[in-house]
């Protein structure tokens, strides 16, 4: 992706500053979106852990015959 970028900007501006400017934004950009798509998967697996843990409480008290508390 970052070579189709480049050699679209060189061809669109004939400048090899604009391209080096322009890739190293874009390397930026993809870095940070792989971040917050790591941190983004991370927390929707704690949510789902916790929504879990809560059913498996949920089963254990129908077993024992009593009502859980509500929080």
Avoid: N
Avoid at 30 to 35: E, K
Wanted: glycine share 6%.
């Amino acid at each position: 992706m970052l070579c189709s970028t480049a050699l679209t900007v060189y061809f669109a501006s004939h400048s090899i500053g604009t391209v080096v400017v322009t890739t190293l934004t874009c390397s930026l950009l993809l870095q940070l979106a792989y971040f917050a798509s790591v941190l983004f998967l991370i927390w929707r697996s704690g949510c789902v852990s916790r929504a879990g843990q809560r059913a498996e409480h949920f089963d254990s008290c129908k077993e024992v015959g009593s009502e859980p508390v509500m929080r």
